[in-house]
Every structure is written in structure tokens, then in C-alpha cells.
């Protein structure tokens, strides 16, 4: 069974004081006195500076960054992303969330800047409030052919096969309910 993205940071975070030489309070003291703050600039200072591979300068950067003043919460990037003009949008992203909720105990929401990642063992379908009048829904259906609601990706987002441009709460219907759990299945 294949670990979560918890569990592998979890087990990089045991490993690193044998495979680096330091332990991660270590790391982050270095990332902090490095006068960088942002998470590409910490990463690169790690790997340039002090040679540690990606995958651990990554780690390091992500758990610099936690907490006050640092990377937001889930539940915050998810607030920002329907704050202002897309207030009146989260009904939506609310409405997803739910029909998704009910697929299985296995699902992950994991809010990012911009979007919202909808995961499985992979990502499977996508949330992103695209302009302040329409959310948009992606979807992994690689190989289904387009119909006028479900469309194709195009250069929207290479992170997924389709698109559902949705406006209303209610347009979460069993149409699209159908295709998150046909996504899902596939995830």
C-alpha cells in the first residue's frame, strides 16, 4: 500500500539526521539565517549552499514556513481564494467538497494558492474559483471523449484531462457528481 504524503515526509524526517548529517531543527535554523523567505528561494539556498538534495531542501523550506508567519493554513488559502468578488462563490466550493466527502475516507483536500488539489493515491480532480462569477472543476478522465458541459482541458490546467465551468451550487448535480466519483475510481 502506498504511504501518504504524511507518512513519507514523516520517515524522510527520521532518516535525515543519518542522510544528511543534521536534523530538520537543525536544517530549519540554517534555512531561517539565510535571510531568504520564500519557499523556491530556501530550496535553492539549501541545494546551492549546502548541497542537500531536493527532495529533503523541499521538506525543509515547507516546514520553515509553517506556522505564525509563515504558510497559511488549509482552511486560510481555501478563505483567500473565496474572499472579495469570489465571496460568492464558496457555495460551490462547499457543495464539491460534500459530494466528494461521500466517495470514500480516502479522499484529500488540499488547499493550494490558487486551487484546491482533490486527491486519492493521485489527484483525481481539482477546485478553483477561475473568475469571481464561475468555479472551475477539473477532472483526471483522461481518455473520455468531451461533451459540451465536460470539456477538454486544453491548455487550462496540464494537471488534468477536463474541465466543468460551474456558476451555481446547483450545478453540482448528479451529472457532475457522477464524473468526480468516475474520477475518483480512476485515481
Not at 531536493?54 to 497559511?72: C, F, Q, R, S, W
Not at 481555501?78 to 466550493?93: D, F, M, N, S
Not at 496540464?158 to 451550487?169: K, L
Amino acid at each position: 500500500m502506498a504511504k501518504s504524503p504524511e507518512e513519507m515526509a514523516a520517515a524522510m524526517v527520521a532518516n535525515m539526521k543519518g542522510q544528511t548529517g543534521r536534523t530538520l531543527a537543525q536544517w530549519m535554523e540554517l534555512a531561517k539565517s539565510s535571510g531568504e523567505s520564500k519557499h523556491g528561494q530556501i530550496v535553492k539556498h539549501l541545494k546551492t549552499e549546502h548541497g542537500l538534495g531536493h527532495g529533503y531542501a523541499n521538506l525543509v523550506a515547507a516546514k520553515t514556513l509553517e506556522g505564525p508567519g509563515g504558510a497559511k493554513s488549509g482552511d486560510d488559502l481555501v478563505g483567500a481564494q473565496y474572499a472579495g468578488k469570489k465571496e460568492g462563490l464558496r457555495p460551490i466550493y462547499d457543495a464539491v467538497i460534500a459530494a466528494v466527502g461521500k466517495l470514500g475516507k480516502d479522499v484529500e483536500v488540499s488547499p493550494k494558492k490558487t486551487y484546491v488539489s482533490l486527491r486519492r493515491s493521485k489527484q483525481f480532480a481539482l477546485v478553483q474559483p477561475s473568475t469571481a462569477t464561475r468555479v472551475d472543476i477539473g477532472l483526471c478522465l483522461k481518455g473520455d471523449a468531451p461533451t459540451d458541459r465536460l470539456e477538454d482541458a486544453g491548455s487550462w490546467n496540464g494537471m488534468v484531462s477536463h474541465r466543468v465551468r460551474v456558476t451555481d451550487a446547483m450545478q453540482v448535480d448528479a451529472e457532475l457528481k457522477r464524473w468526480l466519483k468516475e474520477a475518483y475510481g480512476r485515481a
